[in-house]
């Protein structure tokens, strides 16, 4: 495989569950995010992760808990969530281990959360 | 503070023609990277075209250009000859030099290309 993949791609889950969402990187990059995606909001940042050291917390909920075992790998792991946490959680990945103005992220397709 | 202003909810493009997507940005840093991506209704965000700062030369990318006028704080898209499958969200995105790994996203213009 290439890219970024993000599994599963669609995730239905009740308030009470305990769920992760996965994110596997196949091009050698350093660096890995999470992305919040909601209707008619902005991309949101929620984690970055640089040589498997998270370097951004955007002062996410503890509900969300992130977990980087290696530079390819990616997993937000979800618990007791509320509704409004219904989006789609991008996760991408960029190349320099230091910010840099240059460095472009590639995102996975993506994981289509609803929390009932 | 860094801001993006997509001010296009919408656009509506005849297919061959050229559209231009508006992107305005507002940053205190010197040197900074501005980013377009296309979301197609499946959801991955495609990288575009990238623009530096310091860039002397607007960035090309097969049909999409950047015009990027600085003194204007404005880096808009231009697709030539549009396609049916350019109907996607379109966002626009900067990062800062001071900024640490973050990269601010604009709201989004939504294409549709029309046959």
């Known amino acids: 495989e290439t890219g970024v993949t993000q599994t599963p791609r669609h995730l239905v889950m009740g308030m009470t569950n305990k769920k992760s969402l996965k994110c596997e990187q196949h091009?050698?990059?350093?660096?890995m995010y999470w992305y919040k995606q909601s209707a008619k909001k902005p991309l949101e940042l929620m984690f970055v992760?640089?040589?498997?050291?998270?370097?951004e917390n955007n002062s996410v909920p503890s509900r969300f808990s992130p977990e980087c075992p290696n530079s390819s790998h990616l997993f937000l792991h979800l618990h007791t969530l509320q509704p409004e946490d219904s989006a789609l959680y991008l996760c991408?990945?960029?190349?320099?281990?230091?910010?840099?103005?240059?460095?472009?992220?590639?995102f996975g397709p993506g994981t289509r959360l609803t929390v009932l | 503070a860094q801001k993006i202003t997509q001010t296009q909810p919408g656009m509506f493009v005849q297919e061959k023609e050229a559209v231009t997507l508006d992107c305005t940005y507002d940053?205190?840093?010197?040197?900074?990277?501005l980013f377009w991506y296309k979301q197609p209704s499946s959801g991955e965000m495609i990288f575009l075209i990238y623009?530096?700062?310091?860039?002397?030369q607007n960035a090309t990318e097969g049909r999409y250009s950047l015009n990027f006028q600085k003194a204007r704080k404005s880096a808009n898209l231009v697709i030539s000859a549009s396609q049916l499958g350019d109907s996607a969200m379109y966002f626009c995105?900067?990062?800062?030099?001071?900024?640490?790994?973050?990269?601010?996203f604009g709201a989004g213009t939504r294409l549709f290309v029309k046959a």
């Open positions: 091009l050698g990059h350093n660096a």
């Open positions: 992760y640089s040589l498997e050291e998270r370097v």
């Open positions: 940053t205190s840093d010197q040197s900074y990277g």
């Open positions: 995105a900067m990062r800062g030099s001071i900024g640490g790994f973050k990269t601010i």
């Open positions: 991408a990945s960029s190349q320099e281990s230091s910010p840099s103005i240059r460095d472009t992220q590639y």
């Open positions: 623009q530096g700062s310091y860039d002397e």
